[in-house]
């Protein structure tokens, strides 16, 4: 499995970026896939993910801005941001974890910064 990320970029704060990751390889449309960010001297974090059950789950500091979408016909999943802050400046990791009979499988991309600023 790889994972190609894009859309990263500089925007100000209030504004919007969409984040796009491409999966390419033996993924299911029930492979939990979601979205990481580290920010510079911080520990990497758990932004949105789209669990095996299909919930969305986000981190509180995002809930109300971000949302993330899946098209499993062309097995993506894109992260639209709204009203950006400047502490969302980080780089963004689209993740799939995928369980094939009793093994699990962890994938990363590459990142994407995102850099919030005016």
């Known amino acids: 499995v790889q994972l190609q990320a894009s859309g990263g970029g500089l925007v100000q704060p209030g504004g919007s970026l969409r984040l796009s990751c491409a999966a390419s390889?033996?993924?299911?449309?029930?492979?939990?896939m979601g979205w990481y960010r580290q920010a510079p001297g911080k520990q990497r974090e758990a932004v949105a993910v789209?669990?095996?059950?299909?919930?969305?789950n986000y981190v509180d500091s995002v809930k109300g801005r971000f949302t993330m979408s899946r098209d499993n016909a062309k097995n993506t999943v894109d992260l639209q941001m709204n009203s950006l802050k400047p502490e969302g400046t980080a780089v963004y990791y689209c993740?799939?974890?995928?369980?094939?009979?009793?093994?699990?499988?962890?994938?990363w991309g590459q990142g994407t910064q995102v850099t919030v600023s005016s």
């Open positions: 993740n799939a974890v995928l369980w094939r009979a009793t093994r699990r499988y962890e994938y």
């Open positions: 390889g033996s993924i299911f449309s029930n492979d939990e």
């Open positions: 789209i669990t095996s059950g299909g919930d969305r």
